[in-house]
């Protein structure tokens, strides 16, 4: 009776577990017999460069000897080896690996292409010479290996997001030739899946108990000194997991995934070799795996590739035809979901749109943003407008505070788009195939009954890496297997397809998907966040000028190769842990001088088309000039005026919509602002309009509305408050800001300098003072008070050196209402301003993008600002969030000097009846002022576009991409109405007719132009793109 023996479920695993283990046994056990013979590499040199260089260069240089437990570095610098070898004639017929295991990220070069990533931490260490040594093949070979002094996850000190440690070196430690056993290989695969499917199934299943006996069968029969004995080892696994499913079974659809953070703990020049050693593994994977898939997002990447290694492009290029390597997302880079403008947003999709048709031959059907930090509810429409149905992400299930639940949905944005929308339900975008992660997947599916198909991606991510070939070898065993869910290696557009086929079940969610998580990223790295205000502000009224030069003027060329580059590079900041803030120091400084380039060459552009629109230049010196606005409403604003003696005069101008004004006389305030200064330091001011009195430190303790008779600011509170936190999160520093830190507001209120009059009245009323937030860190800010101005403006200056610190403003109100508005891409939303529920309490500090609103019938007030993102605004205090404090990933985050305005702005009426999304607009874009030639006299005014309906903001004006003498103009509906108005124009248009965000028309049918003027609907935040032909 050999055999029947009574089994003990724990040491009959462990056993069959200890039989494959890498650590212990391997003397004896099957894991120890994957390699057979090995001999060293015959030389190794190197040489060390702190740049990264292309390999024609390096190949050039002076290589010295180098050794096996060498060490190389410091991070960020590049070591080059040349290796050469010979394979031994002996080894005829066995596999031969070439074995290279090293700190740091290496890539194998070979007859001068790259041909491997060689990886520790992504688990690849060995590149295949040969699957079968013949006589005839080359034994002798020279190759080189490109190691990147910095980790997967660059180089942390102590911790992964710590910052990067400068001084570290990197160790080889084997570089050898060796037989790879590939049989051994093969059952080593078998026994895991067969051990993980006794251990995860439970002891509930009988199948666990089923695999646990096989695989303890296994290692009876497989004698590992007799590879005889393989063949029945390997027929006992696969008796076992080729028994089938029935039809029932849940469906996992595996898709091979390498997320690469565009730039996060590295720099984005080492992105662009990270995409290279992580493709190129990728194509070697696909030429032994014909059925493997592997998924690939951010047109950036793939540019950056293209330029430096051409030739893998072009393969990648011929995979991509073979449907193995796809293309997915539609977008630039995975941008953040919060922050960038409605405008940036579409331009994701256009620049990525248009590059994957260019270079693929297809645009992408589906979204993906796996790893981004909350999604606009306004992605749907976007999506919707360019091309894009679908959408994938998970990062929803880092929620802190509530599960989210559905993994399978509609997604409805603000204005009724919606898109299919699909959270892998194994909550990651790098899977490791294995049986946990495929029965999790099936377990935690939030939509069973509903949807029997699953989305599964694999392969080591974030700091690139990639899917390795056991993983694929897992997926192979257990394709069909009772018990487990189905395993197929699908397309997103198969398994897309699959969902969209039966849709009936779904439920629908409406709104934003907001993290919970990562608040504090809204705040992090203020010079960023300004920096990608700015530049939107700036590439917004480029286009727009050179947009009316080109059609006014034949000489003007439109600049479209700059712009697209200086939009590419704004594009580029917007990246996920870029804009957030969430990056070391110096993707800091890089993405700041991207910033600094567009903004010259930005003003450069701006000033030609000017100038070319207009005539005069900064040279002039006449007395009047010429002034410019960008926006589609008429604006009455103060500016600063330059004057022949070379100084500046204050002066309130009129400006119309889309044009130009031609001063030669200022205009008469017809309530002139009068300052007041009382005896105990407090001052007074009042423009007509509003009145409002500040105490000697700078804050309002009485806000009226004149016409409204209404005061804003609750009896014995201050607005204008400064208050500051404690600002310490569990782990992810610059990322998250807690709900505890509430606890610890206290107000920063130390006078430096009190309250004093800089303008006395007339045009502009203001006054500035200066308070102290700790020894090393103030605030000094100019109140300002303008004549016909709705709002009190805050100019600040904050010298800012603290440590896990936050610093806001608040605005306590006489406002009572259960909800704040909040402007987000082309539109706005809602979110409460109590704590009822655990997700209006998740919900403690929030995102908006220019301004915010707490209304109650009849009356509000707004917040304005004009480069901040954080908002929160609890019962009646409205709070902005000014400045944090990190120190991970870098550890100098905002300590610096800061400038930024912010504006309050009380009202009668709605927000929408006050024009507060006009004000908000006016504070971000300024109005452009040049002088004009000593001829002109008189005063004029030429508007090129304007619109009847104050719902309507005509956003975009710009080129048509790939057509000649034709314009696309931009509109959203910015009230929640649904509205029919009529755009006038005064330009030459021949023909309107709409298109859709990539600029491809919608109908075939233009619009009429009457008397100049065309008549436009829309539904409530409906975002319309119209040609214009000329
Ligand atoms: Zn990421």
């Known amino acids: 009776m050999a055999g029947f023996v009574l089994k003990n479920r724990r040491t009959t695993l462990e056993r069959a577990e200890k039989f494959i283990s890498a650590e212990y046994f391997t003397d004896i056990n099957l894991r120890g017999r994957l390699f057979g013979a090995c001999c060293p590499v015959e030389s190794l040199s190197y040489f060390l460069t702190p740049s990264r260089i292309l390999y024609e260069n390096a190949v050039m240089q002076e290589f010295i000897p180098a050794k096996v437990g060498d060490s190389f570095g410091p991070t960020w610098w590049t070591s080059w080896f040349r290796v050469t070898l010979t394979i031994p004639k002996a080894w005829k017929g066995e596999e031969v690996h070439l074995v290279w295991e090293s700190d740091g990220e290496a890539l194998l070069w070979r007859n001068g292409i790259p041909v491997q990533g060689l990886t520790k931490e992504g688990e690849k260490i060995s590149y295949v010479l040969t699957e079968k040594l013949t006589d005839e ?132 020049e080492e992105t662009i070799r990270k995409c290279a050693r992580s493709w190129v593994s990728v194509l070697r994977l696909m030429e032994k795996n014909p059925s493997f898939i592997f998924t690939c997002s951010q047109a950036q990447q793939l540019e950056w590739v293209k330029s430096w290694y051409p030739g893998l492009f072009t393969q990648i290029q011929e995979f991509a035809e073979k449907g193995q390597f796809v293309i997915v997302g539609g977008t630039w880079v995975e941008m953040d979901g919060n922050l960038p403008s409605g405008e940036s947003m579409v331009r994701q999709f256009l620049q990525g749109q248009r590059f994957f048709q260019q270079e693929f031959g297809k645009q992408c059907c589906e979204f993906w943003l796996p790893d981004t930090f909350g999604y606009s509810a306004q992605l749907p429409q976007i999506m919707q407008g360019c091309g894009i149905t679908r959408f994938l992400t998970q990062k929803l299930s880092w929620n802190l505070v509530n599960e989210f639940p559905h993994h399978t949905f509609f997604w409805e944005g603000i204005d009724g788009s919606r898109v299919l929308t699909h959270f892998p339900p194994g909550n990651s975008y790098e899977m490791k195939c294995k049986v946990e992660e495929l029965l999790n997947t099936v377990k935690n599916n939030k939509d069973k009954g509903r949807v029997n198909d699953s989305a599964f991606l694999f392969g080591f991510g974030d700091g690139g890496g990639g899917p390795t070939q056991d993983m694929l070898d897992r997926l192979q065993r257990v394709q069909n297997t009772d018990g487990l869910p189905r395993v197929k290696q699908s397309s997103p557009e198969t398994f897309f397809s699959i969902l969209e086929a039966d849709t009936t079940m779904l439920c629908t969610w409406v709104g934003e998907l907001f993290l919970e998580l990562h608040n504090g990223s809204y705040t992090s790295q203020a010079k960023i966040k300004k920096g990608n205000r700015k530049c939107e ?163 309002i303790t009485s806000l009226s509305h004149l016409l409204y008779k209404r005061e804003t600011i609750p009896d014995g509170c201050c607005g204008n408050q400064f208050v500051l936190f404690d600002d310490v999160p569990l782990y992810w520093d610059a990322w998250d800001v807690m709900d505890y830190h509430l606890e610890t507001r206290k107000p920063v209120s130390q006078v430096v300098k009190s309250l004093e009059v800089v303008c006395p009245g007339g045009v502009r009323g203001s006054v500035r003072y200066s308070i102290r937030i700790s020894d090393s860190s103030k605030i000094r800010q100019e109140i300002i008070l303008d004549a016909c101005c709705p709002y009190v403006k805050f100019k600040t200056e904050v ?148 619109i009847q309906s104050p719902a309507v903001v005509l956003e975009t004006i710009k080129q048509a991409e790939d057509r000649q003498n034709a314009l696309v103009a931009r509109l959203y509906e910015s009230h929640g109405s649904t509205v029919v108005t009529w755009l006038h124009t005064s330009l030459p248009v021949k023909q309107a007719i709409w298109c859709d965000l990539l600029e491809q028309p919608m109908t075939t049918k233009p619009l009429s132009i009457t008397d100049f003027q065309i008549q436009l609907s829309f539904t409530p935040f409906q975002i319309r793109s119209l040609l214009l032909t000329f």
């Open 137 to 268: 093949e080359p034994h002798s070979l020279e190759l080189y290996v490109e190691l990147a002094c910095n980790g997967l996850f660059g180089a942390g000190q102590g911790s992964m997001i710590s910052a990067p440690d400068p001084n570290r070196n990197f160790t080889l430690y084997k570089a050898e030739l060796v037989v790879f056993n590939r049989d051994v290989h093969e059952l080593l695969i078998d026994f895991e899946v067969l051990s993980d499917i006794a251990k995860h199934l439970g002891i509930e299943n009988q199948h666990s108990y089923q695999a646990l006996y096989t695989a303890n069968k296994m290692v009876n029969a497989c004698d590992v000194e007799d590879r005889s004995t393989f063949a029945e080892v390997h027929r006992l696994a696969s008796d076992f997991l080729q028994q089938e499913n029935g039809k029932s079974q849940h469906t996992v659809h595996a898709m091979g995934h390498c997320h690469i953070d565009t730039a996060w703990l590295w720099p984005y």
């Open 537 to 699: 502000c700036i590439l917004h009224s480029v286009e727009v000028v050179s947009s009316l030069a080109s059609v006014q003027k034949d000489t003007f060329e439109y600049p479209s190769s700059q712009l697209q580059h200086l939009w590419r590079l704004l594009l580029l900041n917007q990246f996920h842990d870029v804009l957030p803030g969430t990056c070391i120091q110096p993707v800091v400084e890089d993405a700041v001088k991207f910033y600094e380039e567009i903004q010259s060459n930005g003003n450069e552009l701006l000033k030609e088309a000017i100038q070319c629109l207009l005539g005069g230049s900064e040279q002039e010196t006449g007395k009047n000039i010429h002034v410019l606005n960008t926006l589609s409403w008429e604006r009455t604003e103060v500016i600063s005026m330059p004057r022949l003696e070379g100084d500046e005069v204050l002066a309130l101008i009129k400006v119309p919509s889309v044009g130009f004004a031609t001063v030669t006389k200022p205009l008469v305030p017809p309530h002139p602002v009068i300052v007041n200064s009382q005896g105990d330091g407090s001052v007074l001011m009042e423009n007509g309009i509003l009145k409002v009195a500040f105490d000697s430190s700078g804050r």
């Open 799 to 946: 010298e800012w050196h603290e440590a896990h610190k936050f610093l806001k403003v608040e605005f306590p109100t006489t406002v009572h209402s259960l909800n704040a508005t909040y402007e987000i891409q082309f539109g706005h939303l809602q979110r409460p301003t109590h704590r009822n529920t655990s997700w209006d309490w998740a919900r403690f500090e929030v995102w908006g993008h220019k301004w915010a609103d707490l209304s109650e019938h009849g009356f509000g007030v707004a917040i304005l600002n004009d480069c901040k993102y954080g908002y929160s605004v609890h019962r009646n205090i409205m709070t902005l969030s000014l400045l944090r404090a990190p120190k991970a990933p870098d550890a100098t985050a905002d300590m610096d000097h800061h400038q930024f305005t912010y504006a309050i702005m009380p009202h009668a009426g709605s927000f929408q009846e006050a024009n507060v999304i006009q004000f908000a607009y006016n504070i971000n874009y300024p109005l452009h002022i040049v002088p004009a030639e000593p001829s002109v006299s008189a005063s004029s005014f030429w508007s090129a576009f304007s």
